[in-house]
């Protein structure tokens, strides 16, 4: 079965940029979850999905941060306008519809911000 | 809110040898489950170990089993027969029946030769 699938795996931009992250769940999970890894702060919950719908967002920084999910198979994470500190390793990851079921993670997207 | 805390930042181990990973967390709810994750340098988050609070006998899979202290709150990770591929971030984390996740913010484990 393929797992979570995140594009782009690297994304070198200028501040100021849009950025864009993509998000493939694991078909029926109905979860879907972002996080942000960084040295200083962790692993942070930004948003998560449930069943497409937005579930809890009080995890996104600001305003310049923005998350959809338009189907039950894919999902984007914007940054507009990017600044340095966004720089991160940022995760998307699912799980199905039970409380028992883990998450599953992505490989990660490695964002820089110049 | 869930909280779940990892008090050692760090921790090392001799190869072959037995590592005890702590993690304790904050709830008010009877019905969570309970999940260590792995993080090796290639960064991927891989699933180590899960355990159902209403389950009182403690999870094993091969030579990771935790030690669940549901009164006390508790949920260590050990590790027998370390072996360098053991090396990595290891995250302890709750689910809510809400299934909201919440993670510690992870323990270092370096594994010596």
């Known amino acids: 079965d393929a797992g979570v699938i995140q594009s782009p795996r690297h994304e070198v931009t200028e501040m100021g940029q849009e950025v864009t992250l993509r998000c493939k769940p694991i078909?029926?999970?109905?979860?879907l979850f972002w996080y942000r890894q960084t040295m200083m702060r962790g692993l942070e919950l930004l948003i998560y999905?449930?069943?497409?719908?937005?579930?809890?967002d009080s995890g996104m920084p600001e305003d310049r941060f923005s998350a959809k999910m338009p189907n039950a198979s894919f999902s984007t994470l914007k940054i507009q306008p990017s600044e340095p500190r966004d720089s991160a390793v940022y995760f998307c990851?699912?799980?199905?519809?039970?409380?028992?079921?883990?998450?599953?993670f992505g490989d990660g997207t490695r964002l820089s911000i110049l | 809110a869930q909280t779940v805390t990892q008090s050692q930042p760090e921790m090392s181990v001799q190869e072959a040898e037995t590592v005890t990973l702590s993690c304790t967390y904050d709830?008010?709810?009877?019905?969570?489950?309970l999940f260590w994750y792995k993080q090796p340098p290639s960064r991927q988050m891989i699933l180590v170990i899960r355990?159902?609070?209403?389950?009182?006998q403690n999870a094993t899979e091969n030579r990771f089993s935790v030690n669940f202290q549901k009164a006390a709150k508790s949920f260590s990770l050990k590790i027998s027969d370390s072996q360098l591929g053991d090396a990595a971030m290891y995250f302890c984390?709750?689910?809510?029946?809400?299934?909201?996740?919440?993670f510690g913010t992870g323990t270092s484990l370096t594994v010596i030769p």
């Open positions: 990851a699912s799980s199905g519809g039970r409380a028992s079921q883990p998450q599953h």
């Open positions: 709830t008010s709810e009877s019905d969570y489950y």
């Open positions: 078909s029926g999970h109905n979860s």
């Open positions: 355990q159902e609070a209403y389950k009182q």
């Open positions: 999905f449930n069943n497409n719908v937005p579930i809890d």
């Open positions: 984390a709750y689910r809510s029946a809400k299934y909201q996740f919440y």
